[in-house]
Nanobody, 126 residues
Framework: QVQLVESGGALVQPGESLKLSCGASTTSLDYYSIGWFRQAPGKEREAVACIAVTSPNTFYTDAVEGRFTISRDHAKGTVELHMNNLEPEDAGVYYC???????????????????WGQGTQVTVSS
């Protein structure tokens, strides 16, 4: 069972940037589709972005399109989420999730993933 670990969450001010990372201790994520999701207090978990195995197949939810970038660090076997111009509405716990091995597609819905990390907290406040 692949166990995912997120890192990089922090407290930032509106307009600032942050980079989250998703990795697994036992394997490279290069060959899995990966999704990033977030959940704010009192709200349902929502998709943020996903990346398929075959680049450059990346997809974003409308709320983050143009501000967030999902990418792979092949040297580390991880997936990163670069978040720019953060807004208070971006705050929440961010989760990464593992999808299908070798998939040339990815999903912006939770049902497309079979393993999840524990999450990392992002707070956007002045």
């Amino acid at each position: 069972q692949v166990q995912l670990v997120e890192s990089g969450g922090a407290l930032v001010q509106p307009g600032e940037s942050l980079k989250l990372s998703c990795g697994a201790s036992t394997t490279s994520l290069d060959y899995y589709s990966i999704g990033w999701f977030r959940q704010a207090p009192g709200k349902e978990r929502e998709a943020v972005a996903c990346i398929a195995v075959t680049s450059p197949n990346t997809f974003y939810t409308d709320a983050v399109e143009g501000r967030f970038t999902i990418s792979r660090d092949h040297a580390k076997g991880t997936v990163e989420l670069h978040m720019n111009n953060l807004e208070p509405e971006d705050a929440g716990v961010y989760y990464c999730a593992k999808g299908a091995l070798g998939a040339p597609y990815c999903a912006l819905v939770p049902a497309g993933y079979d393993a999840w990390g524990q999450g990392t907290q992002v707070t956007v406040s002045s």
